[in-house]
């Protein structure tokens, strides 16, 4: 049989494809027969996480600062956001530029001071706070987790480790330990996603699985039809316009609506709108619903059944439906991003909790037994401008640093402490009125060197308390709280509460 030209021709052409084919790189080629390597191909085939520009995954190299941003921002596919804070370290453009200030605009990642040091590698407790934030992973504050070396974990961290563990999303150590200042795998980093995210929806479709865990959504033209999910639900930003449907769903977790055109039909736990889309509770009972974003178009009708409507941004509501009990904390347009006190040059983050920001003492002397001068104190807000009113006239910027003894004067911290000591008892005011004793009087006691010194301060903490026990027989409170007024333009003001533990 003779073959043709164009025969040869063809498997010409055939032949120079296959040996290119052949000759390209594979793809993540270094991880065949690695324990992740199934959760490296579905993540892979995810495009949340990439190899580098030979082919090579590196599983067990560290992960950087910048790959884990950039993993949760393709995770989640979030959206650009309004932020003051800066790093001098970030060059424009390059590759992680966009992640980096999409994560840290939502304070998802632990970046304290003005450098995000991108390609350092990350630490387990560092990588714990980011996918804590990034899930709303919570933990519970009465239950110990155990770790024997808890104590090591940074304040800022140790809920975020907390809520990872109680809830089976990360492990310790076999000897027991967390090393929460150990780097992390890129590999480990995959596995903590697929544990966080057993159920990725990348692609449109119907799905009527029923299913274990949570699920992150971040494509459109997506129907959840006759099922129930055991977990929380997080329709990404990714959606965008898209639309999504969950049609006789039940839901035990959370809902979080970060994008799309939703619509609601089946039983719910809590849905937490945080698009500003439209979104639609067409049939169905809902134990609570959070809008918290303003412009947000909320629709409950066909006799939906709402148990509690907390109402905390501006938004459009139609309700055709029953709502048993609403409530409107219209959230304001400033709010606090970070506290935090400066140690050794370093910024060492405080907790923040809404309005309230807790320094604790103890905690933080732990944290620099050495080296444990507080310089300065500061309140990042996400605008320029805003300011924290004193008991007496003054005022303290936020995003600005300010020496203890500044604060101090302006917002009359050791006044109050002072007010609050002596009335624990009569006998004990009598006998500070007579010595003269003021505020400057307590921050002599407590400074060292005219500096405040956690170490020293605690230790002369200790010594008054004992003094004060022995001559009046009062207790010293362990924990100081100033409520301050945080004011921006001619907006109302905010009470911000100012938590100073000792103990």
Do not use: C
Not at 275 to 298: D, L, R, T, Y
């Amino acid at each position: 049989m003779k073959l043709s030209k164009k025969f040869y021709n063809k498997l010409a052409i055939t032949m120079i494809m296959g040996a290119f084919i052949l000759a390209q790189p594979v793809w993540a080629k270094d991880y065949e027969g690695h324990w992740a390597k199934e959760a490296i191909d579905r993540w892979s085939t995810y495009e949340v996480v990439k190899g580098m520009e030979n082919g090579d995954f590196k599983p067990n190299e560290s992960v950087t600062r910048a790959e884990l941003a950039t993993f949760l921002n393709r995770t989640f596919q979030f959206t650009e956001v309004e932020t003051n804070r800066k790093y001098e370290d970030l060059t424009p453009g390059a590759w992680y530029s966009e992640a980096i200030a999409n994560v840290t605009g939502r304070g998802i990642m632990y970046a304290p001071g003005s450098k995000f040091e991108p390609s350092k590698a990350a630490t387990r407790e560092e990588v714990a706070y980011a996918l804590a934030k990034a899930y709303s992973v919570k933990a519970d504050s009465a239950t110990e987790i155990n770790l024997t070396d808890v104590e090591d974990i940074s304040a800022w961290a140790i809920d975020s480790v907390k809520a990872l563990v109680q809830n089976g999303f990360i492990k310790g150590n076999p000897d027991g330990s967390f090393k929460p200042k150990a780097s992390i795998t890129r590999a480990e980093v995959v596995t903590l996603l697929e544990n966080l995210t057993p159920n990725f929806i990348h692609e449109p479709g119907t799905y009527t699985e029923v299913v274990k865990g949570n699920v992150v959504i971040n494509t459109g033209d997506v129907t959840l039809k006759d099922t129930t999910i055991e977990g929380d639900v997080y329709l990404s930003a990714g959606i965008g316009d898209g639309k999504v449907r969950l049609d006789n769903v039940k839901v035990t977790g959370t809902v979080y609506i970060q994008g799309g055109n939703v619509k609601l039909l089946g039983d719910y736990n809590i849905v937490q709108v945080e698009s500003g889309k439209p979104v639609e509770f067409i049939k169905g009972n809902m134990k609570q619903m959070i809008v918290a974003k303003e412009g947000s178009k909320i629709r409950l009708y066909e006799n939906t059944v709402t148990d509690y409507l907390l109402v905390a941004a501006k938004a459009d509501f139609t309700i055709e439906g029953l709502v048993k009990e609403t409530s409107t904390t219209e959230k304001a347009k400033m709010y606090v991003e970070e506290a935090g006190v400066f140690i050794g040059g370093n910024f060492v983050p405080v907790e923040v909790a809404g309005t309230e920001i807790t320094i604790n003492v103890k905690e933080l002397a732990k944290q620099y037994p050495m080296n444990d001068k507080m310089e300065s104190l500061a309140v990042y807000t996400n605008v320029e401008g805003a300011y924290i009113e004193g008991s007496f006239g003054g005022t303290m910027r936020t995003n600005t640093a300010y020496s203890f003894r500044q604060a101090d004067v302006q917002l009359g911290i050791f006044e109050e402490m002072l007010d609050k000591i002596t009335a624990t008892s009569s006998e004990l005011k009598e006998m500070a009125d007579s010595l003269g004793i003021s505020s400057d009087t307590i921050y002599a006691l407590l400074s060292d060197g005219g500096q405040i010194s956690l170490n020293h301060m605690l230790m002369q903490y200790e010594n008054v308390k004992s003094l004060v026990k022995s001559y009046t027989g009062a207790t010293l409170p362990s924990e100081y709280t100033l409520k301050r007024n945080l004011r921006y333009e001619n907006e109302a003001p905010i009470t911000l509460t100012i938590r100073l533990i000792m103990e």
